[in-house]
């Protein structure tokens, strides 16, 4: 199975041209948008998504509905690919953990097949713990998430912040963060633009696709 993993910057062009290749590549025929709490651009780009003429791309794409699937009218499993995109990661884990929904979205990623895309929040929801805020330079705003899915271990993801400016905020936090749990070895920086893709054989093994990322502990040597 094929997850990519998208930061928070990444434009609306740059997910577009990602989606098409991949739900072509993959011969995807159901997809799934999740976003809670989303902008109106969002709006427009799932809109857009739904109703696309793309060129090769025959998928069908529906719009999650939370009423719709508390009345038992959503079936994860239907689908071959779910894009989770940005939003309130406290939110959507409310959601996750006093609903069914978690369940079934385990259920979805048990079955090893298809391919998912997460977005910002959709990309830190799949480690086992991050911080949320958004803001760099309020790091005592950050609310920090400790109890996310889990499936990347080890790595304390950032989908914001790609200025250096930052570098020392994000070294401080992350060494603030580290110390208090051990399970997790380091820090990971994605740049703005950063696309990885990731086979489920190998969580830890991330091919850059578009922008890069760096580590916390690329910063202990400079």
């Not at 997809?31 to 109703?51: R, V």
Request: charge should be negative; include cysteine.
């Amino acid at each position: 199975m094929k997850l990519y993993l998208i930061s928070g910057g990444a434009t609306q062009a740059l997910k577009k041209n990602l989606f098409s290749k991949k739900l072509i590549a993959h011969g995807i025929k159901k997809m799934l948008l999740i976003c809670f709490h989303h902008t109106a651009e969002d709006e427009k780009f799932l809109q857009y998504m739904k109703e696309r003429d793309w060129e090769g791309v025959s998928t069908e794409v529906d719009i999650f509905s939370k009423e719709k699937f508390l009345s038992g009218d959503v079936d994860l499993l239907e689908y071959d690919s779910i894009y989770i995109a940005g939003g309130l990661a406290n939110v959507f884990m409310d959601f996750y953990r006093n609903s069914d929904f978690g369940k079934d979205l385990i259920d979805w990623f048990k079955r090893d097949k298809g391919i998912y895309f997460g977005a910002s929040m959709g990309t830190i929801l799949l480690f086992e713990k991050a911080h949320s805020e958004s803001e760099a330079d309020v790091i005592h705003k950050s609310v920090f998430l400790d109890d996310l899915l889990g499936f990347i271990p080890a790595i304390l993801p950032e989908v914001h912040y790609s200025h250096l400016e930052y570098s020392k905020l994000l070294y401080d936090r992350h060494m603030y963060t580290l110390k208090d749990n051990p399970e997790l070895k380091t820090g990971m920086i994605m740049t703005s633009d950063c696309i990885l893709e990731i086979d489920t054989e190998d969580l830890l093994k991330f091919k850059i696709l578009n922008g890069s990322y760096i580590t916390t502990t690329y910063y202990d040597k400079i």
